[in-house]
């Protein structure tokens, strides 16, 4: 199994507070990215990185901010948590075209 | 507008069935990859295609680039095959578009 491991797994949060979540990987891959996966939608892609301190936003980015200051870690904020924000999120690596996906991280905002 | 659509989105059988699941797409791709996820849980990586044909175990996946479709069978299903498929393609700017999922139940 690729080493990508997402924090926390499980989280329930209140409207207006920050939330951070993070992703890290132990196989040094450049491609990083954060997705949501809500019923009826495939994944969507909210930030990704290339590189560190190199990001870009997605389709759903709107909210959220994520930052790469190594290449192990990409962490994903959410600012101000809205109830629309209630989801799982999912981080995957990718290299050479191969993907890997971590458990995904349950966040509730009450 | 879906670049990658899969049919069907839910799908019963009695194990021991033959199972398709199709996945067409609608952009240029450098590869193709079929995902497991079971109720609850992760994303787990089954083949990973951009050409012909792949087997590992019961689970067989075929890609056809000029006509932008992909298939995964599964041979002999098993109630523990019982999860949701996902197809996703990756285009040449290292970006992934997923489909919606299919939902498999395997009845024993």
């Known amino acids: 199994d690729a080493g990508i491991t997402q924090s926390p797994r499980h989280k329930v949060t209140e409207t207006g507070t920050p939330v951070t979540l993070r992703c890290h990987q132990t196989?040094?891959?450049?491609?990083m990215y954060w997705y949501r996966q809500d019923p009826g939608h495939g994944l969507r892609l909210i930030h990704y990185s290339y590189g560190v301190k190199d990001t870009d936003k997605g389709e759903v980015s709107d909210g959220y901010s994520v930052s790469r200051s190594k290449t192990e870690d990409f962490l994903l904020t959410l600012e101000s948590a809205t109830s629309s924000q209630t989801s799982v999120y999912f981080c995957?690596?990718?290299?050479?075209?191969?993907?890997?996906f971590g458990q995904g991280t349950r966040l509730t905002v009450v | 507008k879906n670049e990658v659509e899969q049919s069907p989105q839910n799908l019963t059988a009695q194990e021991g069935e033959f199972i398709t699941i199709n996945c067409s797409y609608s952009?240029?791709?450098?590869?193709l990859h079929w995902l497991q996820q079971h109720p609850g849980g992760g994303i787990v990586s089954l083949f990973m295609l951009s050409s012909g044909k792949k087997k590992h175990g019961r689970l067989i996946a075929t890609i056809n680039i000029q006509e932008k479709h992909s298939s995964l069978h599964i041979t002999a299903s098993h109630p523990r095959d019982s999860a949701v498929y996902i197809c996703?393609?990756?285009?040449?700017?290292?970006?992934?578009?997923f489909g919606t999922g299919t939902s498999l139940t395997v009845i024993p």
């Open positions: 952009v240029g791709i450098s590869a």
């Open positions: 995957a690596i990718s290299e050479q075209g191969e993907a890997f």
């Open positions: 196989e040094n891959h450049r491609y």
């Open positions: 996703a393609v990756r285009e040449a700017g290292n970006q992934f578009y």
